[in-house]
């Protein structure tokens, strides 16, 4: 019977079972720094950190916003996403929905900002006024401002992971080495020679996790930007003069411009981090992984009593489908959870 169940459902098309590098399985979120701390109860499947807000996409494929929304920044246009980025420097936001279609919003203060590619797409990311998406081949799009190329100058070929500085663009090809293109007046473009397997753009600076596990960091240092703690990490995000990493372990390491994000690390482990302005945020837990268990195999029966007996209590931990309106708890959370259990752990 349980085997039944979980062949029916895995069947059903979910953005839980949409894995990429920057949304998947459904996962909580701590966030800190600035002075909008707190992030919602329940889980996500995405997040991305701006001026002084945050934005989330929940497993049912609405996006939450939080904290400081002035400039629009909290009004979605209607759709189910599976992806959102925040700009870095400026107030406004973009989304991927689930057929790769591309909505912005928030202070779009040049015509071009809104004028988006049409996809489909699987990434994407935000500067001062321009963006960048990643289509599922790898090949790039951009569209907004070009004041320093960041438009013209778009790379050819095919990339696996995209970031945006404020003024200058990152992009990793499969092989480890990384394009850099648009503003290089502090040496944003100037990329240590190397492989690597992560990057992270910030105001004028950038960052990278070589394949060794160390990190790079190029680009202006006038706030201690580029002074990586030694060691090896796993992830790295960055925004405007601020830097954070994950060590193997899940650890947080913060460094850079804001007090509030590096003097505030939240402790434990966490599977993924973005930076917003003054604000940091992480992902943590497997949510399928009810019980907590941590032995093999992670995903047992015994994590369906568990979502049972949260669901039968109202607790906020079995709202799968991150749904705001009454009934909160209903059978789309036992979809939302059966599809999550299907997806397993990361």
Known sequence: MKRLLLIAIAATSSPLLLIDHAAGQAQFLVNWGGVWSSAPSGPFIDMAGGIGCSLGVRPNGAIEAWGDLKGGMGQVPP??????????????????????????????????????????????????????????????????????????????????????GADHFLALRADGTIAAWGENTVGELNVPPGTYVAIAAG??????????????????????????????YTA??????????????GTIVAWGQSPLVVQNVPPGSY????????????????????????????????????????????????????????????VNDFVCYANAYAAGCP
């Open 271 to 330: 599977t993924r981090i973005e930076m917003g302005h003054t604000h940091a945020l992480a992902m943590f837990g497997c949510f399928a992984d009810c019980d907590g268990a941590t032995t093999t195999p992670t995903l047992t029966i015994n994590d369906f009593i568990c979502f049972l007996n949260k669901f039968a209590a109202g607790d906020t931990y079995a709202n799968c489908d991150g749904s705001a309106t009454p009934p909160v708890l209903n």
């Open 79 to 164: 759709g189910t996403y599976k992806k959102v980025a925040a700009g870095n420097g400026h107030r406004w936001a973009a989304g991927i929905r689930d057929d790769g279609t591309i909505a912005v919003w928030g202070n779009l203060l040049v015509p071009e900002m809104a004028q988006v590619p049409p996809g489909p797409f699987v990434d994407i990311e935000l500067g001062l006024f321009t963006g960048m998406a990643r289509r599922a081949d790898g090949t790039l799009a951009a569209w907004g401002h070009d004041y320093a190329g960041q438009v013209s100058n778009l790379p050819a070929g095919s990339f696996v992971s995209i970031s945006a």
């Open 203 to 232: 105001d004028s600076h950038s960052s990278a996790i070589r394949t060794d596990g160390t990190i790079a960091a190029w680009g202006a240092n006038n706030q201690g930007q580029l002074n990586a703690p030694p060691g090896v």
């Open 236 to 249: 790295i995000a960055c925004h405007w003069r601020t830097s954070t990493a994950l060590r193997p372990d």
